[in-house]
């Protein structure tokens, strides 16, 4: 993923860079500054997002260490710094658009790349071919009547079949001015630059940019030494429509652009000033594209030493500084051979549907109250684990002995303990017995309404508030597809101690206030029930409303 993100960072920068040549630097005469401009940005596009820039951070950051490996899209989780702990839900894809992307691209870069060396080769049978001329630091190629006037690296290959003696000469000196310049090591940077980012359409923008600006060096270089008047209507004359991959042909489009060039007066030399506006763009690149990192861990950038900001942690919560090194340990974890064990036996099972025996029951070691089930497959040990608040649903459906068939949704592991597996599904006799509602297709509505008007949702509680009698005073019911309903209870309202954090319920309520685009505000709650099939602990000023007494 990270090459990716590193490639569209590095299509971003491109972009920036040419809208500000298209939108400043094309409306002046400075040909040779601006052909270093697309030399340069190119170049910078690809070194701006590996830059690591220094920054001194104000804000405080909560180092969060991920003890535990988890796996889903076979990606590992290293030790982080984050803003503050968060709570993620990992879904799994039967189709892996990840891997097609890369491979897309690899393909097509394959190809781009044959079609290069493919050029090249005809190029060296071409040079062999034809006969030839030293002049100066070139060499004229006799070309055939197919063959456009044009020049590549230090060859110059000449169509004069119908050119006169002074045209001739006009000819042979604009591509020896191209080769006197070395526009081929232009032509050939920005081709390479093609084949890597040839998804994005600004840098093929960069290529007629290119091409267009060395005729227009060459033309301005070529206007001070002959007649003006009579270099137009050779350009004209040898006009052609293609244009080459790497060579630079003698005219061709932008053909009316080349002529108002060339009979353009120059731009005034104060306009270079403009060329100063080219560091703050770079900046803002950088800004941007770049990784921001603080000036303190710069510095120990060459060090096994920890950044400052963990050491203002270690200060505060009075640790050592061998108690706070999980970040070294993982690593060192990584190239264990229990980490590669665990590695291969989750990737063993990885979206499979497998049939399975239990073995034994877990408990919590604190609480003491049941956590999960063992069992054996492949002969790796693993944990069967429901998470997602979940926890408790899996709790009296098995024991030890029953042979299951489940599908992993995901799982993890740690240093400590085996394979831990949550299910997407299990199915005992045949029989589903349990479904992860992270794991179907989620809908994208927030609730339904049954035939008396009233609303209901599946979800889980989470974050309750109790008044100081025990009572709720107000609770967050998330469901799976990212909806929030912030719930408040009057003081008198019925006891809901049998629901806790975690528990998954039905929740009826009427008169929903919007407060966001996925979040609500509910005052007018008429049931709160475990299983959706009954209406468990009922609101008694508004149930009797909606809801026959029986």
Avoid at 535 to 547: A, E, M, R, S
Wanted: hydrophobic residues 40%; aromatic residues 12%; charged residues 20%.
């Amino acid at each position: 993923m990270s090459s990716i993100v590193y490639l569209l960072q590095v299509s971003a920068c491109t972009c920036v860079f040419f809208l500000f040549y298209y939108m400043v630097l094309s409306r002046l005469t400075f040909f040779t500054a601006n052909r270093w401009y697309f030399v340069a940005t190119i170049v910078l596009s690809f070194i701006i997002p590996i830059l690591r820039m220094p920054l001194d951070p104000q804000e405080k950051y909560i180092p969060v260490i991920q003890q535990v490996v988890y796996i889903n899209t076979l990606q590992y989780s290293s030790p982080v710094l984050l803003h503050a702990a968060k709570s993620t839900t990992i879904v799994s894809h039967n189709i892996n658009w990840l891997l097609i992307l890369k491979v897309t691209y690899v393909l097509a870069v394959i190809g781009l790349i044959c079609h290069l060396l493919i050029t090249l080769l005809l190029f060296a049978r071409r040079l062999k071919s034809s006969t030839s001329v030293k002049l100066e630091d070139a060499i004229i190629l006799k070309s055939k009547k197919t063959v456009n006037n044009g020049s590549f690296l230090n060859y110059i290959f000449l169509n004069d079949d119908e050119l006169s003696a002074d045209e001739k000469q006009q000819v042979i000196d604009h591509e020896l001015m191209h080769v006197k310049l070395y526009h081929s090591i232009d032509r050939i940077l920005v081709k390479l630059a093609q084949i890597i980012l040839w998804f994005n359409p600004f840098i093929y923008f960069y290529v007629k940019a290119i091409e267009a600006n060395h005729e227009f060096e060459v033309d301005r270089k070529m206007a001070s030494s002959t007649n003006k008047n009579s270099y137009a209507n050779l350009l004209l004359q040898l006009a052609v429509s293609g244009q080459g991959m790497l060579c630079n042909n003698f005219s061709k489009a932008p053909l009316k652009k080349r002529i108002n060039m060339l009979f353009n007066k120059p731009s005034a030399n104060m306009k270079k000033a403009i060329y100063v506006l080219i560091v703050p763009v770079v900046l803002i690149s950088c800004l941007a594209f770049s990784k921001l990192k603080s000036i303190n861990v710069i510095k120990n950038s060459f060090s096994r030493q920890l950044p400052d900001t963990m050491k203002d942690y270690r200060k505060k919560t009075k640790l050592s500084k061998n108690e706070l090194t999980e970040q070294e340990k993982f690593k060192a974890y990584r190239l264990t051979d229990d980490f590669k064990i665990k590695e291969k036996a989750i990737k063993n099972i990885w979206h499979k549907e497998v049939t399975i025996t239990i073995s034994g029951i877990i408990k919590d070691k604190k609480t003491g109250k049941q956590a999960g089930f063992n069992f054996t497959y492949d002969n790796y040990n693993y944990q069967l684990r429901s998470m997602y608040g979940q926890e408790k649903q899996l709790n009296g459906l098995l024991k030890p002995g029953d042979k299951i068939t489940m599908r992993m949704f995901t799982g993890g592991f740690n240093v400590e303990q085996p394979v831990m597996v949550s299910p997407a599904y299990i199915l005992k006799d045949n029989v589903k017995i349990f479904q992860l509602a992270e794991a179907d297709k989620l809908p994208n509505y927030p609730f339904l309404y049954e035939a008396n008007k009233v609303r209901f949702a599946e979800g889980q509680v989470s974050n309750i508030v109790k008044y100081p009698d025990g009572k709720w005073k107000t609770a967050l019911f998330e469901t799976v597809n990212g909806y929030k309903f912030n719930l408040s209870f009057k003081s008198d309202a019925p006891d809901l101690n049998s629901i806790e954090w975690g528990d998954h319920i039905t929740l009826r309520f009427v008169h929903e206030v919007k407060t966001g685009s996925k979040a609500y505000k509910i005052n007018d709650w008429v049931s709160l029930s475990k299983n959706s099939k009954e209406y468990g602990v009922k609101n008694p000023d508004l149930f009797n409303k909606f809801y026959t007494a029986i």
